[in-house]
T-cell receptor
Framework: GQQVMQIPQYQHVQEGEDFTTYCNSS?????IQWYKQRPGGHPVFLIQ?????EVKKQKRLTFQFGEAKKNSSLHITATQTTDVGTYFC???????FGAGTRLTVKP | EAGVAQSPRYKIIEKRQSVAFWCNPI?????LYWYQQILGQGPKLLIQ????????DSQLPKDRFSAERLKGVDSTLKIQPAKLEDSAVYLC????????????FGPGTRLTVT
């Protein structure tokens, strides 16, 4: 079945540094969704990518979908303490979530 | 707009006991999902409903887990009998339609099996 791998598992940055998490699938995805889960909270939808090579931006967040629709990335520019949490990708073929990347930010 | 409601928020049971969780999705959302999230892991899809029909239950341990959405609105997830490894947060989510729609998650039920 579809496997979605995320790297890195953890990332600790100084406030103001950039952060990137990567999502890789063993199969071609119809689309991919990204979610953020704050400590003790529930996943909150960030964005969905559908088209090959698609790039979307939300303020300091940039999301990319690979040309082959097998990988995706989330890049945060100039992290803030409010960015703390775990970022998950989910392949929408059958909603299999990656293990997530846990981001901590040192003020 | 009210969000996805779940109850109870916390539950502690002994192994071999049974437990049930309830979810009320956002009004008008046809698709409902149940996920199991073990500490430190991503949510694992247990079952997906489209209205009152099952779309995907391939990862549901059917020997002990069951779920229903009889009227196509709220849903219950049951575990009988519970095992220690069932300790997790059980998340319910809903979306307008399946597939390409964003999911709205409820606060979850934290289950501890002792």
């Amino acid at each position: 079945g579809q496997q979605v791998m995320q790297i890195p598992q953890y990332q600790h940055v100084q406030e103001g540094e950039d952060f990137t998490t990567y999502c890789n699938s063993s199969t071609t995805l119809s689309n991919i969704q990204w979610y953020k889960q704050r400590p003790g909270g529930h996943p909150v939808f960030l964005i969905q990518l559908v088209k090959s090579g698609e790039v979307k931006k939300q303020k300091r967040l940039t999301f990319q979908f690979g040309e082959a629709k097998k990988n995706s990335s989330l890049h945060i520019t100039a992290t803030q303490t409010t960015d703390v949490g775990t970022y998950f990708c989910a392949g929408n073929n059958d909603m299999r979530f990656g293990a997530g990347t846990r981001l901590t930010v040192k003020p | 707009e009210a969000g996805v409601a779940q109850s109870p928020r916390y539950k502690i049971i002994e192994k071999r006991q049974s437990v049930a969780f309830w979810c009320n999705p956002i009004s008008g959302h046809a698709t409902l999902y149940w996920y199991q999230q073990i500490l430190g892991q991503g949510p694992k899809l247990l079952i997906q409903f489209q209205n009152n029909g099952v779309v995907d239950d391939s990862q549901l341990p059917k020997d002990r887990f069951s779920a229903e959405r009889l009227k196509g609105v709220d849903s219950t997830l049951k575990i009988q009998p519970a095992k220690l490894e069932d300790s997790a947060v059980y998340l319910c989510a809903s979306s307008l339609v399946g597939g390409l729609a964003e999911q709205y998650f409820g606060p979850g039920t934290r289950l501890t099996v002792t």
